[in-house]
């Protein structure tokens, strides 16, 4: 057994102390030396608000409208955020966001006209101030001139921003059986129950009473029924037309989970008139943000298994050994895994389900080793299977879940049961959707995985997705300028929703090794890729998921079993997936007691190789879109480490105005001449609140970890950059930092080799925070978990040695992550 494990700091709570008070950047006049510019600036932002104004005052719905206000690029920073002056919240309330630099505030008339005075107020002169350090003139503009001039335009918000779509698409992928048959109506404001109307004002309560009094007018078997509900939550709507004579029913909570497992199957309504009707009225009523069609839910499968001989004998289980678990959420596993199954949702009968893609899925986590290899499968074989069987053939689809994803619902329900039932908290997920190419932005269905997972403390492992037939790549080939040629040309190979989840990690395929005609270890040519969001990385791991190119003697190169136990051979992400869920259920497992998602996530992307094949500085813009952080060891390498490195694992939460600061000595095994030397590698987790209204901008709370070294004139400067981070260097500016540093990122990943840096030993691991405008810390904190591995690049020195006596001398108490449960509550 190797001596030098992964070690848990447990007093991390000595290192916290109070957040120096930091001032965000000054007042900039973006208008500096131009004043004539300026002032036609400024009129043209008050005819823009006349005109806001004026369609205010002739609508039948209410006095309050929303509408964009757009900032320069220049002024995305917090610090240029125009709502200390114009836009103030007991005037006009941002309500939301859209894209980067794209704000939605809600107005009156009377608010209309208070920012109109306000700006007409304005200085229209540059001021300049002289700098007392450089003796210079330099602009100096009121907080007003500034927020002003950070606006690019302020924009009514019509139809035209909310639906994307015809009505004659709407009504043809409607009609099919797996959509459920619901519009998707997201709100700009939250509709209290009927009950408590009386509490709003005027202007509010004409706004919510319109908008509900005009769906009843639409028809008949108009059904409305919340989707999601919550704290962050987007405010959306399931609005479908029925054939049917009843009145049209609203509800304001979301339905639970059906209890008698089948429900009522009703026809919808395909009339056109109705449904332009529908769509005009939503089209023209102010509360309304987006109208979007649901998705399909479909598995990650690309090309037919091949059977590749006869029965397989699965091995029993051993007596007295326990096992990792995963819940297969699918179309269901089949019955010939025996013991290994532990436990069942038994929602589809078994006339209306296909075990086959769930089947395979669970032979590659029982015995993916024995079948493929340590190359392709890094785990031991033996893992228990708990069966979530939620997907019915399509044709059955809408008889199963005949409200507006009630999908997600019996999904909910069925993760509480089963973890509390089994303690599973690993969830494949090897589904995506299909989507109507009108759609955009963070989808629903990843708000609602993001829900699931924190709220029941698990994990989902997603699949990339695939594309389709006509879409594949080009097979990678040896000549990376060739690589990016195919990429460059390549279409219709983003990734698949829900894979962008952020509370969740997804993956992308890989070619196996050892097969004639691929390239070991390339990105599949089925494989989706990112980028996925403005924020982060997406995928966050890749792993074997078979060729796309059949062998004509290996197949695809990726073995399982079918659902009669004779062994097949398959490929499509959600092959990929499996490998990577059993390497988070065996951290899991191996470590004692409860371990947060945050270190179960951290401790796979810290340990994550980018394959050989993608690790070449000429791809290093791409890499990162294909693969995220590569591909995770094996959960033994992972937690045993190696004498010359040691891994440091902090578990906190970030409180209001406080940060962690941990110092300490660089070991003494990578000091010459006074300078350090070695590799250092830092990881960041963090659970920080999401609110989905603020579309780009739905992360509010920046965590981040910084390696500083102190410097001869007392400050400590930050020696590491993130991977990924392009040649030219940082960038100051936020659309910069947020494409390239992980700003907003819940997961950041930073690392250097230090060939020789002064001026001192002395060291600090820094976690701090940035809130968005107006956003506070909550008061139970946010989850963090942050990484330093510090390690000899030659494998030599005895750096674990080193920093064990170290950590000892400063009073540090560190362990073994494996046992560290035994003493602390958090891991």
């Not at 709003?200 to 319109?210: A, G, N, P, V, Y």
């Not at 019915?392 to 999904?411: C, G, N, V, W």
């Amino acid at each position: 057994m190797a001596n030098s494990p992964v070690q848990i700091v447990l007093n991390t709570n000595d290192f916290i102390q109070a957040l120096e008070n930091q001032r965000g950047g000054g007042s900039k006049d973006f208008f500096a030396g131009n004043d004539l510019e300026f002032i036609g600036h400024r009129d043209n932002l008050q005819k823009q608000l006349n005109e806001i104004k004026s369609l205010q005052l002739v609508s039948s719905y209410s006095k309050i409208s929303y509408a964009k206000v757009i900032l320069k690029q220049t002024a995305l920073a917090k610090s240029h955020r125009p709502t200390s002056q114009v836009f103030k919240s007991e005037i006009a309330r941002i309500v939301g966001a859209g894209d980067l630099g794209e704000l939605f505030v809600e107005l009156t008339p009377e608010s209309v006209t208070k920012i109109g005075n306000a700006v007409s107020k304005v200085e229209t002169e540059t001021r300049y101030k002289q700098n007392k350090i450089t003796g210079k003139d330099e602009p100096n503009p009121s907080r007003l001139r500034s927020e002003i001039g950070a606006i690019e335009d302020i924009k009514p918000y019509t139809a035209s921003d909310k639906r994307k779509f015809s009505i004659n698409e709407g009504i043809e992928w409607l009609s099919k059986p797996q959509s459920g048959g619901s519009y998707l109506v997201e709100l700009f404001s939250d509709p209290p129950q009927r009950q408590d109307w009386d509490l709003l004002s005027s202007d509010k309560l004409e706004l919510f009473k319109s908008f509900f009094d005009g769906l009843k007018n639409i028809s008949n078997g108009l059904i409305v029924s919340r989707v999601i509900a919550g704290k962050g939550a987007a405010v959306i709507f399931g609005i479908k037309l029925e054939k049917a004579v009843s009145a049209p029913s609203i509800q304001f909570l979301p339905s639970p989970s059906s209890t008698n497992k089948i429900g009522e199957k009703k026809e919808i309504d395909f009339d056109v008139e109705k449904h332009s009707l529908l769509m005009d009225f939503l089209g023209g009523h102010p509360l309304v943000k987006k109208i979007a069609l649901p998705p399909i839910i479909t598995q990650s499968e690309s090309g037919s298994k091949i059977s590749r001989g006869s029965s397989y004998g699965i091995p029993p289980l051993v007596e007295g050994v326990s096992y990792p678990k995963i819940c297969v959420v699918d179309g269901g596993v089949s019955d010939v895994y025996g013991d290994w199954l532990e436990d069942r949702w038994n929602l589809i009968s078994s006339s209306d389900k296909d075990e086959n893609h769930g089947t395979f899925i669970a032979g590659l986590t029982i015995m993916g080793q024995s079948l493929n290899g340590n190359a392709i499968c890094k785990e031991v074989d033996g893992c228990k299977i708990i069966d979530l069987d939620i997907l019915p053939i399509a044709s059955r689809y809408d008889t199963y879940f005949p409200k507006p994803f009630q999908f997600f619902s019996e999904l909910e329900a069925a993760v509480q049961d089963l973890k509390s039932r089994t303690g599973v908290r690993i969830f494949n997920f090897s589904m995506n959707v299909d989507e109507h190419a009108s759609t955009s932005g963070y989808s629903l269905f990843a708000q609602l995985l993001d829900k699931i997972a924190e709220e029941n403390d698990v994990i989902f492992v997603i699949s990339a997705g695939n594309t389709g037939p006509v879409d594949m790549r080009k097979e990678w080939p040896e000549d990376v300028f060739e690589a990016l040629k195919i990429l460059a040309s390549s279409r219709n190979d983003a990734i698949k929703k829900p894979a962008e989840s952020c509370r969740n990690v997804s993956v992308s395929a890989l070619n196996p090794p050892h097969m004639d005609g691929v390239v070991p270890y390339a990105l599949s040519n089925y494989s989706c890729r990112g980028p996925g969001l403005r924020v982060g990385l997406k995928p966050d791991f890749a792993h074997i998921g078979g060729s796309g190119t059949r062998h004509p003697e290996h197949g695809h190169g990726l073995l399982s079993l079918d659902t009669t136990g004779k062994v097949v051979d398959g490929c499509g992400t959600s092959y990929a997936a499996p490998n990577v869920a059993k390497t988070l259920a065996s951290l899991d497992h191996s470590i004692e007691g409860d371990v947060s998602r945050e270190t179960l996530i951290g401790l796979s992307v810290h340990n994550a190789v980018l394959p050989e094949a993608l690790n070449d500085k000429n791809l290093r813009t791409v890499t990162k879109h294909l693969v995220g952080f590569g591909i995770p060891k094996g959960s033994d390498e992972i937690l045993e480490g190696d004498p010359s490195s040691i891994t440091l694992v902090f578990a906190n939460r970030v409180i209001n105005k406080h940060k962690m600061s941990f110092k300490f000595s660089w070991p003494s095994s990578l000091m010459k001449d006074g300078k350090c030397f070695g590799y250092a590698k830092l990881t960041i987790v963090s659970t920080p609140r999401f609110d989905y209204k603020y579309g780009a901008e739905f992360v509010r709370i920046n965590i981040d970890a910084h390696l500083r070294q102190l410097q001869n004139d007392g400050h400590y400067l930050g020696r590491l950059k993130a991977v990924y981070t392009p040649e030219e260097g940082d960038s100051h500016f936020e659309k910069d930092q947020i494409e390239h540093s992980f700003k907003w990122s819940p997961v950041k990943v930073y690392e250097k080799t230090f060939r020789g840096v002064g001026p001192t030993t002395d060291w600090s691991l820094d976690v701090e925070y940035l809130a968005r405008d107006g956003v506070t810390i909550p008061v139970e904190g946010v989850p963090f978990t942050a990484i330093l591995t510090i390690s000899d690049p030659n494998g030599e020195k005895p750096v674990f040695t080193d920093m064990r006596q170290m950590l000892q001398s400063l009073g540090v108490q560190a362990v073994d992550i494996k046992t560290a449960a035994r003493i602390v509550p958090r891991v």
